[in-house]
């Protein structure tokens, strides 16, 4: 069959890119799937993994994006959706509606978790506080 949609063929090995800091959150390290390029930003894809214990989260926001979806890999996170206290576990899937205010507040020392969002360039804008956060669990 004949590609038609001008997106590329992206097969990316394990070890072909290391998890890195200087994503959008200090707390986490991020691994870049190669997927913005090969759709040519019309999608991303990367891996976040937990890099030290939640103190103040992601703060209240929401993203300028068509698409976003979080798949956890590992451990659990738990996040605010608007005012609904929301925990993700290890296997479970999020669809985040365009525009949905949310807080990640909270996740294991090994939480992991696969993030696709489109486009590949979305911007993420800091809002108001929706409700109070609960407090985050201590890592021993």
Request: charged share 20%.
């Amino acid at each position: 069959m004949l590609d038609k949609t001008g997106t590329l063929f992206s097969h990316l090995k394990a070890t072909d890119k290391p998890y890195a800091s200087g994503g959008l959150r200090d707390f986490f390290l991020y691994r870049d799937l190669g997927i913005a390029e090969a759709t040519h930003g019309q999608v991303i894809a990367h891996l976040v993994k937990a890099n030290m214990a939640p103190e103040k989260g992601t703060g209240w926001h929401r993203h300028e994006a068509d698409f976003q979806i979080v798949i956890m890999v590992k451990g659990w996170a738990k996040f605010m959706y608007e005012d609904q206290v929301t925990l993700v576990e290890a296997g479970d899937c999020v669809h985040q509606r365009p525009g949905i205010q949310h807080y990640l507040f909270d996740y294991s020392p090994d939480m992991e978790y696969l993030e696709i969002v489109s486009p590949a360039d979305f911007k993420t804008i800091e809002v108001d506080p929706v409700c109070a956060i609960p407090a985050t669990t201590p890592w021993n």
